[in-house]
């Protein structure tokens, strides 16, 4: 604890320094400071939300603006959103049940996360999954009323049982798709759904991808965006006759190799990631050649670590309970914006970061994580990550309406004290769109009970069992996103002069991974007076411009 507060010390130093230099003319002038138009920094922030992107957020701008007073707001009386990871005492030890996110992705996308584990000192807790573990290499599709083992590295299946089960069906007529005509010029969207069919086979959509989006999204392919979500492919159809002909038509551009393409956006954080982020050797080390990674006491342990450092922060407030209901510009000329809660009075502040839910951007769906522990070790007959449960699965092979189970025991080692079986079910997404109740605790366990029953052949009677409804927790990028943010940008801006930035899993992807980095993006776009543009910190991110090639394994 002591070396976790140094190492939080040093870097607040740093930052004071690095922010009092060219602050000091106006730290002289505390009257100047009220004035948010020459004001060398914000001296009031308010983050509202405090999940994973409230909080990277204010630790990212608390070293960006060592001085400012920042207030976080959360309804809730605990921090973290839906990270929920929970020590359960077993016969013979204790076992951890994750309720939300419950691994991070090691990739480029990742840098920022693990430039914060480091700082927060938690590389010695790290517990990574190496990608040729049976908990990480075999991954299944259930299709139509078996297992069916996906190809990858580290994994074998049989050719002949995957062409039986039809969960590979129509991807032959993937030789075709360089002979369909392109779409017009002028849709602007269609769903993930609709383009798989148009370019390839329904029964890809159905059968196969839909799967790994339940596993992602809890959506639905034919309501999810393929301009978003398949952005690449989406852009590659436009650059020659077919995506294929795209794809070839911008190979040899760079001289070095196989060619791809890049957004804007990807492009402009990749060069401030790769120019900024410098990661040790240990943790580097650590996570090469792994699948996924979490923590010894799951990922809450990164929300808890972080927790503790911004109460070590003098400048921070954090106002748990406490439920934003508006926030308003004022038009008193400083640039301001008032902030109302719910039962408190009104606060203004020089600037506000906002991670609250947009509703006119995305719906958002529900799912029920059903945690089950059995005390009997190796119960599960299959060894792997888990399964998924693509949408053309017959309903009475998923009556359930269950999106898939994490084999939680195999998945991710070294977190329980008692040997046993753990496996996590996951239920509803899509699939529970429009209901207005969903099932209680003892129906969702029943449900999880007979889909185990009926897909692994578990009859035994968990010894521990945990239920949770994660209401409205995973928006979708649903067909029209794209447009939906520019306007949502453009309003935002307007009506806020600036002084509101949006950071969350609506903007830039629903991961962890993908909230922590736009968290730092964010902040450091605060950095030389960035705070006062008229900007929301989005605007790479909708800005119309055609994307660039680069060699696919540019860093
Ligand atoms: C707890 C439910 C969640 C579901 N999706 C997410 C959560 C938190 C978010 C999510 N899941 C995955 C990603 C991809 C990238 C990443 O950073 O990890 C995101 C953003 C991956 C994933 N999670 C599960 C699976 C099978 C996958 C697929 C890809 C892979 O092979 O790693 C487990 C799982 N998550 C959900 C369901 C329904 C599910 C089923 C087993 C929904």
Known sequence: MAMRLKRHVSLFESSIRRATVPTVANSLCTRCRRYASSAAYPENIAVLGGGISGLASAYFVAQEFPRSKITIYEAEKQLGGWIRSQRIPVPGGDVLFEHGPRTLRPGRDSLVTQKLIQELDLVGDVLATPKKAPGAANRYVYYPDRLNLMPGPGARPSYFDLAKSGVFAGWHNILAEPFQSRRDGSIRDESVGSFLSRRVDKRIAQNLVSAIFHGIYAGDVWKLSAKTLL?????????????????????????????????????????????????????????????????????QQLVDALSQCLKTYSQIEVKLGTPVESYNLLSNGEKQVEVTTKDGKPQNYDLVISTLRAPALTPYVTVMTVNLYYSTPNLNPVKGFGYLIPQGVPFEQNPERALGVTFDSDAVQGQDSAPGTKLTVMLGGHWWDEWDTYPDSQEGLELAKSLVKRHLGITEEPTRSNVGVWKDCIPQYTVGYEDRLRDYVEKTKNQFGGRVKLVGNQYNGVAVNNCIEQAWMMARGLRHNGWKEKATGLESRVVDEPWSIIPVNQP
């Open 231 to 299: 952005g690449t492919a989406w852009q590659l159809e436009m650059k020659g006759n077919s995506v294929w002909d795209g794809w070839m038509n911008i190979q040899g551009t760079n001289g070095k190799g196989t060619d791809t393409l890049i957004s804007p956006h990807h492009l402009d954080v990749r060069a401030r990631v790769n120019q900024e982020i410098k990661v040790d050797s240990a943790l580097s080390d650590a996570l090469r050649d792994c699948s996924v990674f979490t923590f010894k006491n799951g990922l």
